[in-house]
């Protein structure tokens, strides 16, 4: 697949059932060229839970994630 360009919404959770939104829907470019992956960058943040939501993509009518990793 070229290059698409994915909105995604980052949530966070402290307990599982209540989330905030820590990086409001947002277009990442997604390029085969840079290895299709991209960085959500967090300043400190106490969560324990996260959530990925993609609301568009260009390249697919649907979300496209393969893998989703988190570091603190």
Do not use: K
């Amino acid at each position: 697949m070229g290059t698409r360009t994915q909105t995604l919404t980052l949530s966070g959770s402290t307990d599982g059932s209540t989330f905030d939104t820590l990086v409001p829907a947002t277009d990442y470019v997604f390029d085969l060229a840079r290895g299709n992956s991209v960085t959500i960058t967090l300043s400190g943040s106490p969560h324990r839970f996260l959530r990925l939501t993609c609301t568009g993509n260009t390249g697919w009518p649907a979300g496209q994630i393969a893998r989703f990793e988190a570091y603190s």
